[in-house]
């Protein structure tokens, strides 16, 4: 009995030797084998891509399910698209996929870097080279402002100096904020999308996008950062003197905000390459709608024509235009 004993014994002890060698070698093998067949590219892995916060690869699908459109007039926008994010469905789509420039909706992806990347100590020097001109907040050499409060001046006036501002304050300098600008669009699954500056002026290389990613975007900047959100649906904003800074006052230029009930804010656009661009979100009659018209000729009246469509298409009347 006692020589049985010590031969299971010892047949008991050569398998679990056998067997931590096994697992030790399965275990090398294994992650040789993980890393050669990795189905995620390189830019989903934080190792290749900065940007990645988190996995969110919400791409939705373009199929149309609403039926007649005979109650839409002729609209001028070369590429449209209207989504419904409670019923996850198109409601109308023209050239959704076109490659088009985009103009200041740039700041959308902007304001997304900013966010995601601040400086610890909450302040952005304003230089000389921040001052481009054209749509701005009226920033001034010297000056030194907080996040929040170049958000406002990006997102509401349209500031490009805001944008180069929030850019040339990034850790590692402005081709490294536009390079992230670049990243998020790949870590969101965005294969249409190419910036080459912070603000959506052409002219400092090719920037473009289409509808479809820029409905990404925006569901992505919406449903992730409260403070975008209520940014964009702020009508007109203060931001007090400091003594580092002077005061402002700033309006929110997005059609349909003051007319429309329900209409949220995001983002305008023009650049005479772009056309006039918007991307509106509408949170009504228990949908939440995100539109984007590229390069229309009457942004404004087509928008609210697109919407008035959309709910009516889900059964809900929509609200009295409040405007001329």
Not at 77 to 103: F, G, H, T, W
Not at 134 to 149: H, P, T
Not at 254 to 260: I, R, S
Request: charged residues 20%; aromatic residues 8%; proline residues 4%.
């Amino acid at each position: 009995m006692g020589r049985f004993i010590s031969y299971l014994s010892t047949v008991i002890l050569l398998a679990l030797i056998l067997a931590g060698g096994f697992l030790i070698h399965f275990s090398f093998g294994s992650e040789t084998l993980l890393k050669s067949v990795s189905p995620i590219p390189d830019f989903l892995t934080l190792s290749k891509n900065s940007q990645v916060r988190l996995l969110d690869l919400w791409l939705p699908s373009l199929d149309q399910n609403h039926g007649s459109v005979l109650g839409l007039s002729a609209l001028t926008a070369r590429s449209i698209l209207i989504y419904d994010l409670v019923s996850d469905e198109v409601i109308y789509e023209k050239n959704a996929d076109k490659r088009m420039p985009m103009a200041s909706l740039t700041k959308i992806m902007t304001a997304i870097i900013a966010i995601e990347n601040p400086r610890k100590e909450n302040e952005y020097a304003v230089k000389e080279e921040n001052l481009v001109g054209e749509n701005s907040m009226g920033l001034s050499e010297g000056e030194v402002l907080s996040l929040e409060e170049l958000l406002y001046g990006l997102m509401l006036p349209s500031g490009n100096d805001a944008a180069e501002t929030l850019a040339g304050n990034y850790p590692s300098g402005r081709v490294a904020f536009i390079q992230a600008m670049n990243d998020k669009a790949k870590a969101l699954g965005l294969k249409d999308t190419h910036f080459d500056n912070p603000s959506g002026l052409q002219g400092d290389g090719i920037q473009y996008t289409t509808a479809h990613d820029l409905l990404v975007m925006t569901r992505y900047a919406l449903e992730s950062y409260p403070l975008f959100a209520q940014i964009v649906s702020t009508v007109s904003y203060v931001i007090p003197a400091t003594f580092t800074h002077k005061g402002y006052e700033v309006a929110n230029e997005t059609n349909l905000l003051t007319t429309y009930e329900g209409v949220k804010g995001v983002k305008t656009g023009y650049t005479p390459e772009a056309g006039l661009c918007l991307v509106t979100y509408l949170d009504y009659g228990r949908h939440k709608i995100i539109g984007v018209l590229l390069n229309s000729e009457n942004r404004r009246g087509e928008m609210r024509e697109l919407l008035d469509y959309s709910l009516t298409s889900l059964g809900i009347k929509p609200p009295p235009f409040q405007g001329d």
